[in-house]
């Protein structure tokens, strides 16, 4: 496609519900950026994947968060038992090895717990 | 201390005014990022910058990494610049971002 896709848009879930975001990348870019931003808040790294590298987790914030990339394509970010602490707008981005540095942003999922 | 401060929080500017946007951190950085997020949430990326200066249309970004410290500059300020501006650093040799607060700027016509 010819940006970063995220789907659902938008996701209304009750509170201990598993959750799942979908990132899909612009075609050809090897690394792909989960971020959280809470309302009213900046923006917090969560998981970044570089080709078939090891994941860097290191921002995940529970071991309720996992997420997933299957080779150099889709992503998945998996909430499981949601607390409303996690509802915010999750934002996936990518970038391509030829312009190292450069993100290109989704628009967002923005998942509401009740 | 936050790692990454910006100045100012909020801006106010009339149509036509030269800004400036601060943004100082405190990690050993690879590179800078300066990001535009709209009132809907989008966002964008602006500049990615390891050293001296860029410039794209009326945006100026530059880095002096010795002092640790980046300015964003929009000469001929619009309405449509009006946004939430964040500075980013990346951790040296890590692609992760550390994120500032954002300035949230507003361009009067």
């Known amino acids: 496609g010819a940006g970063v896709s995220q789907s659902p848009s938008n996701k209304v879930t009750e509170k201990g519900k598993d959750v799942e975001l979908r990132c899909d990348p612009i075609?050809?870019?090897?690394?792909l950026y989960w971020y959280r931003q809470r309302l009213g808040q900046g923006l917090e790294f969560l998981i970044y994947f570089q080709g078939n590298s090891a994941p860097d987790k290191s921002g995940l914030p529970s071991d309720r968060f996992s997420a997933e990339r299957t080779g150099e394509s889709v992503s998945t970010l998996t909430i499981q038992r949601t607390q409303q602490e996690d509802s915010a707008v999750y934002l996936c981005a990518s970038s391509s090895w030829t312009v190292p540095g450069e993100l290109f942003f989704g628009e967002g999922s923005r998942l509401t717990v009740l | 201390k936050n790692e990454v401060e910006q100045s100012p929080q909020n801006l106010t500017a009339q149509e036509g005014e030269f800004i400036t946007i601060n943004c100082s951190y405190s990690?050993?950085?690879?590179?800078l990022h300066w990001l535009q997020q709209h009132p809907g949430g989008g966002i964008v990326s602006l500049f990615m910058?390891?050293?001296g200066k860029k410039k794209h249309g009326r945006l100026i970004a530059t880095i002096n990494i010795q002092e640790k410290h980046s300015s964003l500059h929009i000469t001929a300020s619009h309405p449509r610049d009006s946004a939430v501006y964040i500075c980013?650093?990346?951790?040296?040799?890590?692609?992760?971002?550390?994120f500032g607060k954002g300035t949230k700027l507003t361009v009067n016509p």
């Open positions: 910058l390891s050293s």
């Open positions: 980013a650093p990346s951790k040296g040799g890590s692609e992760k971002l550390v």
């Open positions: 075609s050809g870019h090897t690394a």
């Open positions: 990690v050993g950085i690879s590179a």
